[in-house]
């Protein structure tokens, strides 16, 4: 049996971390309270951002997404997240708006525990 934590709870949590960071945090969407999946948002504020998702096969993970470490447009980052809400109605979109690209994660991601440097593949 799979004991996985409450998303709207892990959530909050998330939500609790970025702000006493200093950064800003929005819910752009609510999925299912209790099992809904989470996508990841991270604008740097300079027109690129990235996206995290948990891994597949695990709830202790998160990709990097388009590719590890890598910056894209914001605008085709959006473009995926629309595509992904469109058949997906059970989703979270969390989207986290700091300059330093800071995930605020305590999962791993990619094997890491820290944020890609800024700076780095932009």
């Known amino acids: 049996m799979n004991e996985r934590l409450a998303t709207y709870i892990w959530v909050d949590a998330l939500i609790r971390r970025v702000q006493l960071a200093g950064a800003s945090v929005f819910v752009t969407q609510k999925g299912d309270r209790e099992r809904g999946d989470v996508l990841i948002k991270i604008a740097r504020l300079d027109g690129t ?27 085709d980052v959006d473009a995926h997240l629309r595509r992904r809400r469109e058949y997906d109605p059970d989703l ?23 944020s890609p440097k800024h700076g780095a593949n932009s």
């Open 92 to 114: 979270w979109i969390i989207e986290i708006e700091d300059r330093e690209g800071r995930h605020f994660l305590t999962e791993t991601v990619n094997g890491e525990c820290e």
């Open 49 to 75: 951002a990235a996206y995290l998702q948990r891994t597949p096969m695990t709830d202790n993970a998160f990709d990097w997404m388009p590719n590890a470490g890598a910056w894209d447009s914001e605008a």
